[in-house]
């Protein structure tokens, strides 16, 4: 099972990546969390990645690209689930080569679709825990109780303006990765809307498609 969670920032990707790993045993490789602990430890990657994320921006590929090699080599290049990679048309081509290298090439894409408005909402109301790096949901997935408040912040980028700047990035510059990975016949596009569980057995069910 070698699978792409695909779609723009605020679909779902992260939870629903969490799901597969939970209950399929699969390794959860989100570079964004990776990115997000570089730069909380203040590592030279981190700091170089930092300077990027505070303008919205695209983190360069090499960066991220080292991250996605390490976390997919250390699953011995199966079972994993990328969750926020590829997100340009160069990573994507890099990925393939470095998957077909190792004899392990992607088995499907799942792309998940939901309208801008519910992206925005969802985003907003998006909280993480600063030092695990988790995701919460104030309405779906509110932080357990005896988490401390204090590590529960807001990021940055999820106020109403910052989103609707990060789509307009998505568009532009990763959308087209979508196409490339039509184009290859590896593309599902599924219906993100909904509860996480029904999101998640339409998950499943284009995993079995996918593998039969």
Same mark, same amino acid.
């Given at each position: 099972?070698?699978?792409?969670? #695909?779609?723009?920032?605020?679909? &779902? ?5 969490? #799901? ?37 921006? !695209?983190?360069? &590929? ?14 011995? /290049? ?31 894409? !799942?792309? !998940? ?22 995701? /919460?949901?104030?309405? #779906? ?28 990035? /998505? ?12 184009? !290859? ?10 509860? #996480?569980?029904?999101? /998640? ?12």
């Amino acid at each position: 099972m070698r699978i792409v969670l #695909f779609g723009p920032p605020g679909v &779902g990707k992260g939870s629903q990546a969490q #799901f597969l790993a939970e209950r399929e045993g699969v390794a959860h490789i989100s570079t964004g969390i990776l990115l997000r602990r570089a730069i909380r430890s203040g590592t030279d990657l981190g700091l170089k990645a930092a300077e990027y994320v505070e303008q919205g921006r !695209l983190v360069p &590929g090499p960066v991220v690209r080292s991250l996605a090699q390490d976390a997919i080599a250390s699953c011995n /290049y199966d079972r994993f689930v990328l969750d926020g990679y590829p997100r340009t048309i160069e990573q994507a081509d890099w990925l393939a080569e470095f998957l077909e290298e190792h004899g392990s090439p992607l088995g499907t894409v !799942l792309s !998940l679709v939901v309208p801008n408005e519910i992206i925005v909402d969802r985003l907003s109301k998006r909280r993480v825990n600063r030092v695990t790096g988790e995701n /919460y949901h104030l309405d #779906f997935k509110p932080p357990p109780a005896d988490v401390d408040p204090g590590v529960i912040n807001q990021r940055k980028d999820d106020t109403p303006e910052a989103i609707l700047h990060r789509l307009d990035i /998505y568009q532009q510059e990763t959308h087209p990765v979508q196409e490339y990975y039509r184009s !290859l016949g590896l593309l599902q596009e599924i219906d993100g809307t909904g509860s #996480f569980e029904q999101v /998640y057995e339409r998950i499943l069910d284009a995993i079995k498609q996918s593998a039969g």
